[in-house]
């Protein structure tokens, strides 16, 4: 292969490698941002304790807008999307704050995503996804969908972490 097209192939193959990923989580590059260790933090917690909180997705609202959560409690966090079009949850500021343990986007082409570098959540219509994860830092932070003009809609909310 002439060298030409097999930079552009290796070019073309990372592109493809992260489009797979980047359907259902968009991920930051970035790593120091991030709570350092997520895989330390979230396998010192008891999962067994686990709080679970659903969050709707649907008809231009987040459903509940505001939630609270307490630094070093793990959460599972349900997403649904009921709708018939596509609706995300971004907060890359609120994901820098929190270890995640595993994102599940279940669905037709449902997949488990092992990151800690999350910045946004993307689902397709009647899809769910599931995060288990630790908060860590304090804050607030304003989450939205980032479909275009949702958010003007009225599809934003607030996490706190307490
Ligand atoms: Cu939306």
């Known amino acids: 292969m002439p060298k030409r097209s097999l930079i552009a192939f290796v070019i073309l193959s990372f592109a493809l490698a992260a489009c797979a990923v980047a359907k259902h989580a968009t991920l930051a590059g970035n790593y120091a941002a991030y709570v350092p260790d997520p895989k330390g933090r979230t396998a010192?917690?008891?999962?067994?304790?686990?709080?679970?909180?659903?969050?709707?997705?649907?008809?231009?609202?987040?459903t509940p807008q505001q939630r609270v959560f307490k630094?070093?409690?793990?959460?599972?966090?349900?997403?649904?999307?009921?709708?018939?079009?596509?609706?995300?949850?971004?907060?890359?500021?609120?994901?820098?704050?929190?270890?995640?343990?595993?994102?599940?986007?279940?669905?037709?082409?449902?997949?488990?995503?092992?990151?800690?570098?999350?910045?946004?959540?993307?689902?397709?219509?009647?899809?769910?996804?599931?995060?288990k994860f630790v908060a860590v830092r304090t804050g607030a932070f304003d989450v939205y969908c980032d479909q275009p003009l949702h958010a003007t809609r009225g599809m934003t909310g607030n996490f706190v972490i307490e």
Do not use: C
């Open 44 to 62: 010192s917690v008891d999962w067994t304790k686990a709080e679970a909180i659903h969050i709707e997705l649907s008809n231009y609202e987040m």
């Open 71 to 131: 630094t070093g409690k793990a959460y599972v966090l349900t997403l649904r999307n009921d709708d018939t079009i596509t609706h995300s949850l971004k907060s890359i500021p609120f994901f820098q704050s929190i270890a995640v343990r595993d994102l599940i986007v279940y669905g037709k082409d449902g997949e488990v995503i092992a990151t800690p570098r999350l910045e946004k959540v993307t689902l397709k219509a009647e899809t769910n996804a599931e995060i």
